[in-house]
Antibody, heavy 122, light 107 residues
Framework: EVQLLESGGGLIQPGGSLRLSCAASGFTFSTYAMSWVRQPPGRGLEWVSSISGSGGSTYYADSVKGRFTISRDNSKNTLYLQMNSLRAEDTAVYYC???????????????WGQGTLVTVSS | EIVLTQSPATLSLSPGERATLSCRASQSVSNSLAWYQQKPGQAPRLLIYDASNRATGIPASFSGSGSGTDFTLTISSLEPEDFAVYYCQQRINWPLTFGGGTKVEIK
């Protein structure tokens, strides 16, 4: 059974940093691209970042480019999102999501974690 | 950036009725479009990918159609558990983008 478990969210002051983790199980982690998608309270979904199975390719939304870094540790089956210079508009539930297709990523998301809430406020 | 516009924003229907949801892209996405369902307090669930392919475990009451810039998600007969918010997503260009969502509510 595929499971994705996010952690690391919380309340952080503007300008601060936070690292989210997503522990994956139930599939061959290294063969799937992974992504982060966020959802501000009461609003829609926003793609944040994606990383290839090997970790060699990364992609970012313009709104987080230069501030957020996606990475993965395939030996630990874990996905990360390092978030720096946080802003109030980064407040959201952050979901990690698994690609639907192994090897050649589809960038459709067939499994999602339960989400972790990041609140940026003074 | 490809903008996805979903309509209507809210659809008020009764159980057993047919739901037709629209997603329009600001430029062609070929058939590279997915639909997701999200219920309150839950993560999204993949329903349809490549515009018309049902994901694993999705009932046949859900169908997707369209290509290029105009796409439709149809729920042939609404079950109580189908009342939720639905999002479309394109994957042909970076950045990946989602539509703003359509809420299907009980009339």
């Amino acid at each position: 059974e595929v499971q994705l478990l996010e952690s690391g969210g919380g309340l952080i002051q503007p300008g601060g940093s936070l690292r989210l983790s997503c522990a994956a199980s139930g599939f061959t982690f290294s063969t799937y691209a992974m992504s982060w998608v966020r959802q501000p309270p009461g609003r829609g979904l926003e793609w944040v970042s994606s990383i290839s199975g090997s970790g060699g390719s990364t992609y970012y939304a313009d709104s987080v480019k230069g501030r957020f870094t996606i990475s993965r540790d395939n030996s630990k089956n874990t996905l990360y999102l390092q978030m720096n210079s946080l802003r109030a508009e980064d407040t959201a539930v952050y979901y990690c999501a698994k690609d639907k297709r192994a090897m050649a990523a589809s960038y459709y998301f067939d499994y999602w974690g339960q989400g972790t809430l990041v609140t940026v406020s003074s | 950036e490809i903008v996805l516009t979903q309509s209507p924003a809210t659809l008020s229907l009764s159980p057993g009725e047919r739901a037709t949801l629209s997603c329009r892209a600001s430029q062609s996405v070929s058939n590279s479009l997915a639909w997701y369902q999200q219920k309150p307090g839950q993560a999204p669930r993949l329903l349809i990918y490549d515009a018309s392919n049902r994901a694993t475990g999705i009932p046949a009451s859900f169908s997707g159609s369209g290509s290029g810039t105009d796409f439709t998600l149809t729920i042939s007969s609404l079950e109580p558990e189908d009342f939720a918010v639905y999002y479309c997503q394109q994957r042909i260009n970076w950045p990946l983008t989602f539509g703003g969502g359509t809420k299907v509510e009980i009339k």
